[in-house]
């Protein structure tokens, strides 16, 4: 390195990887062609770097595999966090009516199932909607609550339209998520079956995690469901099966104990793996250690080190 400078990446995203799957299969040689420059690029950096991170073990070896090196001590995990601010009184008012209007409240016979995300094309929702038609056929009280904006909300909205137990409001506030998590029975994370995803543990299941609700997640493989198992923090069930996350839903709702023993791991799990202090400690730990390895960058570097390291993983507190 020219300026003796230490180079952490930080891995977050399969690119160029996915863009070419993103594309029809026939054509996928064509794309990786065009996209050749992007990895080479990718190969020089990953290659030349101090160290490689990322939010999984998975993604530092896909790091790892890129740069064609192996791993040495410096190339570590980093989980993201959710650092929890809860909104002053006068929101948490304010989004009460808010959910009052869309007749969702703390004292409503259904609970509710929430989730936060885009609704768009990359992930396919209409499994949910049939399974709310699935448990709104067996009499169980239990709504679906998705929220977020995508060019599907419309679709969704019309194939929902006759079902009393799903809605759709669209986007919401810190404090409208704040007010439903704390009535919700647990959090929905179903995930595209696609191999960056399944190597992730995304922001949506730390933020369930952090409110105390089990995650209801699929598909039932990758780290996420493996970490869900192991802690015992959630249930998931098979891509798209409208009937699996239907029982799923029908279970907790009738057993108070199962949920109620998920939630305090829950909430356990959070603190223990994801809360911003113990991620955010670490990470400053971490890279004194690379500069202490680099001399000629200790004089400037030290000082933003924390300020640096409070946007090195809070800064995709995004559903």
Not at 127 to 149: D, K, N, T, Y
Not at 231 to 240: E, I, V
Not at 266 to 295: G, H, N, T
């Amino acid at each position: 390195m020219e300026f003796d400078v230490p180079v952490v990446l930080d891995m977050r995203d399969m690119w160029p990887d996915i863009f070419v799957d993103a594309v029809p299969r026939p054509v996928r040689p064509i794309a990786r062609l065009l996209l050749e420059p992007l990895f080479r690029q990718t190969r020089y950096a990953c290659s030349h770097a101090t160290a490689i991170i990322g939010i999984t073990d998975p993604f530092v070896a896909w790091g790892l595999t890129r740069g064609g090196r192996n791993r040495s001590a410096l190339d570590r995990s980093f989980p993201l966090s959710h650092e929890t601010i809860l909104p002053d009184s006068s929101q948490l008012e304010e989004a009460r009516k808010f959910w009052a209007r869309q007749n969702v409240s703390p004292d409503d016979p259904l609970a509710t199932i929430c989730y936060f995300g885009n609704v768009n094309r990359q992930l396919d929702l209409s499994h949910i909607v049939e399974a709310a038609r699935i448990l709104h056929h067996r009499g169980i009280p239990v709504r679906f609550v998705l929220c977020g904006q995508g060019e599907r909300l419309q679709e969704y909205r019309h194939a929902a339209a006759a079902l009393p137990n799903i809605l759709f409001p669209g986007w919401v506030n810190q404090a409208q998520m704040a007010t439903l998590m704390s009535d919700s029975l647990a959090g929905l994370d179903p995930l595209p079956r696609r191999y960056d995803f399944l190597a992730t543990i995304n922001n949506k299941a730390i933020i369930y995690l952090s409110a105390g609700l089990p995650v209801i997640s699929s598909p039932r493989t990758g780290i996420l469901f493996d970490l869900l198992e192991h802690h015992r923090c959630g249930l998931s069930y098979d891509a798209s099966d409208a009937m699996g996350l239907a029982d799923i839903a029908a279970h907790l709702v009738s057993d108070a104990s199962a949920h109620a023993r998920m939630s305090a791991n829950a909430v356990q799990l959070y603190r223990k793996q994801f809360s911003p202090e113990k991620i955010l400690d670490s990470i400053v730990a971490y890279l004194s250690q690379i500069v202490s390895s680099a001399p000629a960058a200790n004089a400037t570097a030290e000082p933003s080190l924390v300020s640096f390291s409070r946007r090195f993983h809070l800064d995709e507190n995004r559903t």
